[in-house]
């Protein structure tokens, strides 16, 4: 193992900024960290970072020894803005619950769940428990409705004016959408989604020429907040507000009304303080002026409290997956990138870019380099020679506070895994046959050895690459191909054919194929290779590939040969 891994990464200077500012600010108790998030459809594995960045640093903090506590704010009380497209089980007629609480919404038809918060929370908490993240889970639904933050409330109304006063310096030079930015929108529909309906007056509750009031209640009549506070009392809390939709009307008392909430910019620096969150990152998009995160350093003072250490991380891409997710309208989910990856190496990527570093993850042909970087990587820890920052990087991907997390027993390279079911088409039997032949020294006893990264790299194969990328061997052998070969060609497959048996493993094929066209130049299996015999080379494997794939390219031939088996091969290439 390496050294200690303390101050050699990002985590750990967090971790280490976090702390003194927890001491500075509330001595003695735990340590707190928050994420937010919106449950108004699918979460997209960009907003991902929303809740890795805190978690590696709440993690790092653990495992120190000191106690710490992350918040996930779910929220699900925040107003339906639009409805998404390309959900399933979706259809415009949702558009009749746009300005209702996420909690109120139905769920997509067919849905186990009970709202459409609850169904677009299942699946990242899923995915979030798959990747080892521990959390508080905190339903703004919950806090509001149960009348948690009563006093907060109560108080905000009291001091609207102090809190008008600081939103009015920002008001001028003010752009739309306030909401606190997780993840750039990757299109121009995402933009929209992000925006909202929304102008700034909805995040901050302003109102043209009227009183400024911080809160705003959901209808007692449609639900939904279409709703303008006319009076308050401060003595009595009498809450007047008419509805701008169906014109219903009502006076409530504020100090036992539960159905509304805090405007955006106002009930985020509210949580700062009530929670004493100490460290709470935000999409990078918010630098502007005006944005909430600044606003809300500013208010929060008005609540006696004080504002997180807030680092802005850069845009998570994604390549590959467009092509394939633009039909069903959608972008990927952690819940997706784990189907083709396993948690490790998704917390990896994580954990090796700074937060204001932007990275993408593959999707496409990239995540087989990744894997293969990955593997160098274990190999060097395995061995010791791995540098410090790349130690941390590797320790946090593989484990938490809490334990290691499940791994693949034989962690075979995941390109072969690919190539294999790829041949195999996901057939159990032949690919144990082949992934043990790969190595005839160490046979494999069973697929679960190399599970669960083979069935990740099956996924990947079935439901990312394309068709036409796929690998289709050959059943009948081309045999006007085979006819018009001349007598080098002929030669070159009976030296391969004669060789097949002496030679199947990964490595002796390995020697094989690259020793055929050696022999034909004339020259010793362990020459030094030169440019006519690199030329060689790709002639023959050309060839090689368009006789058993009809291709010119496809999986490393070693591996191709051993999944087709040597009998096929025979029948293939005999000409
Ligand atoms: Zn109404």
């Known amino acids: 193992m390496a050294q200690s ?133 905190i339903s703004q639904t919950e806090q509001y409705t149960n009348g948690v933050y009563r006093e907060q409330v109560l108080f905000a109304m009291k001091h609207r004016g102090d809190i008008d006063a600081v939103l009015d310096q920002y008001r001028t030079k003010q752009k739309p959408g306030g909401k606190k930015p997780q993840q750039k929108p990757v299109d121009a529909a995402e933009l929209e989604a992000a925006e909202g309906s929304g102008a700034a007056a909805e995040d901050d509750g ?146 090796r870019r700074r937060p204001n570093q932007s990275f993408k993850i593959a999707f496409d042909q990239e995540i087989q380099r990744l894997y293969d970087e990955w593997d160098k990587l274990e190999a060097k820890v395995a061995d010791g020679s791995v540098l410090p920052a790349d130690a941390a990087a590797h320790t946090r991907a593989v484990r938490t506070a809490a334990g290691e997390l499940p791994r693949t027993p034989r962690p075979m390279p995941y390109r072969t895994l690919a190539s294999v079911v790829d041949i195999t088409a996901g057939h159990d039997e032949q690919t144990l046959r082949i992934l043990s032949d790969l190595e005839p020294e160490r046979p494999l006893a069973s697929l679960d050895e190399v599970r669960p990264r083979l069935d990740r790299a099956e996924n990947w194969i079935t439901t990312q690459v394309p068709a036409d990328q796929r690998t289709l061997v050959r059943e009948e052998p081309d045999t006007e191909l085979l006819a018009s070969l001349d007598d080098e060609g002929r030669e070159s497959l009976r030296l391969l054919l004669e060789g097949l048996d002496s030679h199947w493993s990964l490595d002796g094929l390995t020697t094989l194929v690259y020793g055929v066209p050696k022999v034909m130049a004339g020259l010793e299996p362990d020459a030094k290779p030169t440019p006519e015999l690199k030329v060689a080379q790709r002639t023959f494997f050309a060839l090689l590939y368009r006789l058993l794939v009809t ?24 000409a």
């Not at 803005?81 to 089980?89: F, I, L, N, S, T």
């Not at 709703?227 to 008392?253: H, I, M, N, P, R």
């Not at 630098?287 to 997180?308: K, N, R, T």
Request: aromatic share 10%; charged share 25%.
């Open 5 to 137: 891994s303390t101050e050699t990464d990002w985590v750990s200077r967090f971790a280490d900024e976090v702390i003194a500012e927890a001491e500075r600010r509330a001595p003695g108790k735990p340590v707190v960290v928050a994420s937010g998030l919106s449950p108004s459809g699918p979460i997209h594995l960009g907003n991902l970072r929303e809740v890795m960045t805190p978690h590696l640093v709440a993690d790092e903090i653990r495992r120190r020894g000191i106690e710490v506590r992350h918040v996930l704010s779910w929220d699900d009380y925040d107003r339906y803005r639009k409805v998404p497209a390309g959900v399933e089980g979706v259809d415009e007629s949702w558009a009749q619950h746009i300005g209702k609480p996420l909690t109120a919404v139905p769920a997509p038809a067919g849905s186990a769940y009970g709202s459409w918060a609850e169904h677009f929370k299942a699946a990242m908490v899923e995915a979030l428990a798959e990747l080892g993240v521990e959390y508080d889970p």
């Open 206 to 351: 302003s109102a043209e020429g009227a009183e400024y009031f911080p809160y705003k209640p959901y209808c007692g009549a449609c639900g939904k907040d279409f709703t303008k506070v006319t009076s308050y009392d401060d003595a009595t809390t009498e809450l007047t507000y008419v509805c701008t939709e169906d014109g219903f009307t009502e006076t409530v008392a504020l100090d036992e009304f539960n159905r509304g909430k805090l405007v955006w910019k106002v009930d985020w620096p509210m949580r700062w303080a009530y929670e004493g969150v100490i460290f709470e990152p935000s999409g990078v998009d918010h630098s502007s002026p005006g944005s909430s995160f600044q606003v809300g350093g500013q208010i929060v003072h008005i609540f006696g409290g004080e504002q997180p250490i807030g680092p802005m991380y850069a845009f998570v891409g994604i390549s590959g997956m467009a092509k394939m997710s633009s039909s069903k309208g959608g972008v990927p989910t952690p819940a997706d990138a784990l189907k083709i990856m396993e948690p490790q190496l998704l917390r990896w990527l994580y954990a």
């Open 551 to 574: 291709r010119e390219t496809g999986p490393r031939l070693p591996t191709l040969l051993l999944a087709v088996g040597a009998d096929r091969v025979r029948k293939l290439l005999a």
